[in-house]
Every structure is written in C-alpha cells, then in structure tokens.
C-alpha cells in the first residue's frame, strides 16, 4: 500500500546511503530539503546546493594486446573474477583485471571479409571476436582457419552452429566437429561446443588441449527462461560435460526473467556466460560486469546480430559506458512500454561519468510494473524514470510519495531509499513541461502583453487545452491550474478526461470534438500523449485548420524532434515547443533526485542538441 505524505520526511534531495562513502566536508545528507521544499521549486524555479566533488574511481579499463604472442598470452579465468581490480601481468605489460569481455560476433559470408570484421572489432573496442563459421558460403577448413587466426587482431572464438541449435549448419555433424577441433590444433582461443554433442567431443580432445585454450559449452533455449532450480540444473550439467566456460542463453518472455540468470552467474562456481535473448532481456547484456558474467556480445553495427537483443559495441562502451560497470554500481534505467526510444539512457549515463558516479542507465521495457519492482528489489537497483503507461501506477507502487506528486496523480521519478529500501514517488514532469510552456511564452513576440511581475506565470488567464488524461496530462494539467490557466482537457476517453477535469477544476472535452473548439484565440496547445511518436509520425492529434486558435502549440513527443503536430503549427504561425525541451529539464530534475549531486544542465543540453 501507498502511503501519502501531508507532513512528510520525504526529502529533496532525497537521502543516497551509497555503498562506497565519498570523503566530502559537505555530505549530502546535511544538505537535504523538506519535500514540502521541492513542491516550492516548482512554484519558484529555483534550487541551490552546494557539494564538494565527489571522490574519483578507479575504472577498470580494456586489456589492450601489443601483438599475437601477447594477446594469447591472457588466461581466462584470471579474467573471470569480477569483482576484483587487481593488477595482473599479461606479457611484460601490468594491467588492470578487466570485469567481464566484449566479444563480437562476426557473420560474414566469406573469410576475407571475416578478416575486415576482426579488424573493425579491433577498431571499436572489443576483447574477443566469435568466428561464425557456419555463415560461410564457401569454407576450405584448413587454409581459412589458419587465415583467420593468423590475421585476426584478438584473441578468436570459433563456433559452428547447426540448425538444431539456432544455427545456419546443415551438414555433416562428424565434419562440423572435426572443423573444431581444427581450430583448437590451429591456435583458437575457444571453441564454442552445443551440450548435446559436449562430452563426447571433449572426450575426443582429452590431453590436447594447448594450455591457454578453452571450451565454451553452451545451451540456447529460444522460447522461455526456465526456473532458477533448472537453470542450476542446467549449470550443473554443462560443468559435468567438461565445460571450462559455462554458456547458458534463454529469451526473456518477461524482464523478470532476468533476475533467474543474474543468480545464475553472480553464484556461479565457473567462468559463466549468462545472456537473456530479446529487448526484455537487454538488461543482462549490460549489466554481466555486475553479476559475474564472463563476457557480451556486442555487434559491430546496429542489426547485425547473432542472437535477438544483441547491442551494439558502440552502445556497449558510448552509451551505456560499459568499462565503468562493477559490482558496486547502481542501476537505473527508463521504465516503459515502448521504451527503446527513450534518449533518457543518452543523457543520464553521460551524465553519471561526467561527475564520476557510479552509476549505469538502462532501457528496460516493462510489462507489470508491480511484479518488477518486487522482482528488482534490492538496494542494486536504485532508482527509475517511468514513462508510458506506467505513471500512475508507479503511485500506487510507492511506499511514500512527493506531495507535488500525490497532487497531481502521477509519479514518474522513483528512488530507492538505501536506509531501509522503501520507494519513493516523485514527478518532475510537471515542472519540466510547464516551465518549458513559461519559457516558449516569454521568448514570444506577445510577451508584452505579459505582465512583468515575476512572481506572475505567462501562463496565468491564458486557456490551456491539455491532450491527453494520463501521467503526463496530469502533470501538466495540475501545473498549468496552479500557474492560474484555464484547463481544458481532451482525451479520446471523455470519461477519463471528465475525471482529470473535476479532480483540478477545469473542463472536459472529447478528442473528437477538439478540432470545432476554439472558444477564443491565442491558447495553448499540449499534446501529452504518444500520437505522432516514431515509428507513428504521420499522426496527429488535432487538423491543422484548427490550429490556428492557438499563439502556442507544445508536443511531449520528442522523437522525432520536430512532429506533425509542431510542423503544421509553425505553418500556421503558433510558437512551437519541441517535446526536448521537457525531457531536458525533468532529467537534470531526476538526476539530482537519483545522486543527491548538482546536474551538469549543460551537458543534458549539450547532448539533446544532438537530436
């Protein structure tokens, strides 16, 4: 059950028990306000805090290899350990134990472009490169393992995967084997070999293995994520094959399942490749440095995977700031349904390096919003951002809510209290739209008509037509009533715009009846639902003959930057507000909530420029 605070010790910035303390001569919690404080922002725009900076970490960084020689000279399960970052000696050079490797597969559909591959995955930062031999056309065993291995940059990974197993190979099963067994002779790093045929081909090889070899035994299950009690099963089996590197890969049918595999490899007794295939899984591809994975794939470009959910090398080591990740480090990440678009990753992971927090930001697409946040329920997972559809029942979720939050219905920040793990509710919606609303208002040719007083909203008298009764409508709804607007709200739902409308004292208007409603000129137009959103960009939700009511049209909608709805409003001669300029201005808002630090605001500007 939710508990709603009237006198609450909820606090802005909120109370962050990080594991590693920071010496600072100012803590964060000295410096924490009432939440009554942060409801007074919103009305003031304005904060001040002052932090020292925060203590700088060491960062575990990629094992770089000079040469062949050197680059073979690496022993696996030295790497395997995660949670240490003690130097080690690989050749002559010390250098620093790398947490878990980027391996990236390579499909190309001969060797010479196999080759280029290996050197391109050289280029964007991978440890490891996975020879997939059954993408071949045309393969002569000997003479192209021996190029491949001689010629490749990093350290090689050969599998030949059968159909049976998700693979392109046909053939024979006895030649498929001896081709493995070939690359092991030939100078391979690891073969990768299916449980099904593991024992008896690990018998095969028993005493000719080179020293610095290794068998990754794998098992690929493409419909679910079994149980816990069976994935150990599993485990246990592809131990008792004569594995020396376990590989278990499931499908996520739900990101709950990720949890069963993070206890898999973070228990695991062996060097353990544990992934979880599709966008639900995504999660356990970013996060193995943290639960003691041995390695990820990473592709050498978008959709070019071997298995679904695959990211990018790029967004491995760029977005999602890959190297920095340990087992100390906090998870945040964007909560919704679509979420891939989301920049929210973008923007807060560079944000965290730039402060050095440790901290990573992912996407993670949610179907039951309860059942994931008492699956993710401990102190590793700090911290959400909540968009479509989850805003409102992120409230009912929360243990203690911000009041500005409890006002207007939704929360789209939650926090996770170190102190005792209770969550708690805020929503920064409704100071980043509406602020973006005041400004679009100021910067206009009409803002004479403004009063000058500062202490009076450009919003104040004007009629605002809100589009849309979900979270962000009512964030923006509620701000707009409290800036002393006229709300009307539209929705395709009358009912639901009726109950918005009552609940803060303005008027409800049926979507369809939106385009006959222009009870005067110079409005405002917010459309706060996801018409208009990639991959939809042709929709929208009101004609462009009926704009022309309007001195001011802003869309939530950020991707793309510049929708159909602001397009045509410009045409017609409106002020446009992009969707960017909200989602700017309540990330800085939730960064400062997640760490308890000052946002870099430049920088979240710096980067949305971009896009």
């Not at 923007?347 to 901290?359: I, L, M, R």
């Not at 920040?413 to 005792?420: A, F, I, K, P, Y």
């Not at 202490?455 to 002393?484: C, H, N, R």
């Not at 303005?506 to 018409?531: C, I, Q, R």
Request: overall charge negative; charged content about 20%; hydrophobic content about 35%.
């Amino acid at each position: 059950m939710s508990v709603f605070l009237t006198n609450p010790r909820l606090t802005y910035p909120p109370p962050h028990a990080l594991s590693t303390p920071r010496p600072s001569p100012t803590s964060v919690a000295n410096l924490r306000l009432p939440a009554a404080e942060f409801s007074r922002r919103f009305k003031s725009n304005f904060f001040s805090a002052e932090l020292s900076s925060p203590q700088t970490r060491s960062v575990p960084v990629p094992v770089v290899f000079s040469d062949q020689q050197r680059r073979r000279s690496i022993e696996p399960s030295n790497v395997y350990v995660a949670s240490s970052t003690t130097g080690m000696e690989i050749g002559s050079q010390e250098t620093v134990k790398n947490p878990s490797l980027i391996c990236a597969p390579v499909m190309a559909d001969s060797i010479d472009k196999m080759v280029t591959e290996t050197c391109k995955a050289q280029e964007l930062g991978a440890d490891l490169v996975e020879i997939r031999l059954d993408s071949l056309k045309e393969f002569n065993p000997l003479e192209d393992l021996k190029t491949i291995i001689n010629k490749s940059p990093l350290p090689t990974l050969f599998t030949y995967r059968p159909k049976w197993e998700g693979g392109q190979y046909e053939g024979d099963e006895n030649e498929r084997l001896d081709v493995l067994r070939l690359a092991m002779e030939l100078g391979a790093d690891y073969i990768d070999v299916e449980l099904q045929v593991a024992s008896e081909f690990i018998k095969s090889i028993e005493g000719k293995k080179p020293e610095n070899f290794r068998v990754i035994v794998s098992s690929h299950n493409y419909q679910n994520t079994p149980s816990v009690e069976d994935l150990s099963d599993l485990a246990l089996r592809i131990q008792q094959a004569g594995a020396d590197i376990v590989k278990i890969a499931t499908t996520a049918v739900d990101i709950t399942d990720v949890s069963r595999m993070f206890h898999i490899t973070s228990n695991a007794q062996v060097p353990t490749i544990g992934l979880v295939m599709g966008e639900r899984g995504l999660m356990s591809r970013i996060l193995c440095s943290k639960f003691g994975g041995y390695l990820t794939f990473g592709t050498l470009e978008f959709g070019k995977v071997s298995a679904p959910g695959q990211p990018t090398i790029k967004d491995l080591l760029d977005l999602y700031n890959f190297r920095r990740i340990g087992p100390d480090t906090k998870v945040y990440g964007i909560i919704g349904k679509p979420v891939s678009h989301s920049k929210s990753p973008i923007v807060h992971n560079q944000a965290f390096k730039s402060v050095d927090y440790n901290g990573v930001y992912v996407h993670l697409l949610v179907d039951d919003l309860e059942s994931f946040l008492k699956t993710y329920s401990s102190s590793d997972f700090a911290g959400f951002s909540c968009t479509i559809p989850h805003k409102e029942a992120a409230l009912k979720c929360c243990d203690e809510v911000d009041p500005l939050a409890k006002s207007i219905g939704a929360v789209n920040t939650v926090l996770r209290r170190q102190s005792d793990g209770k969550l708690l509710g805020y929503n920064t919606d409704c100071i980043g739209s509406i602020s973006a609303i005041e400004d679009g208002l100021r910067s206009s040719s009409d803002a004479s008509s403004v009063p000058s007083s500062s202490s009076t909203s450009p919003l104040a008298g004007k009629t605002v037509v809100v589009i849309g009764a979900g979270g962000a409508g009512k964030a923006l709804a509620y701000g707009a009533k409290e800036k002393g607007a006229n709300v009307v709200i539209a929705n395709r739902t009358y009912e639901r715009a009726l109950e918005l409308a009552e609940a803060i004292g303005g008027k409800a208007l049926s979507l369809t009846d939106l385009d006959n409603f222009h009870p005067e000129d110079g409005m405002v137009l917010a459309n706060t639902t996801s018409m208009g959103m990639q991959p939809n960009v042709d929709e929208t939700p009101i004609s462009k003959h009926a704009l022309k009511h309007y001195a001011l049209v802003f869309d939530a909608v950020y991707t793309p930057r510049i929708t159909r709805l602001l397009r045509e409003a410009e045409e017609c001669g409106a002020i446009t507000v992009s969707g960017s300029e909200m989602f700017v201005r309540q990330a800085y808002e939730q960064f400062e909530i997640f760490t308890g630090l000052p946002a870099p605001k430049e920088l979240y500007w710096q980067i949305m420029s971009k896009y």
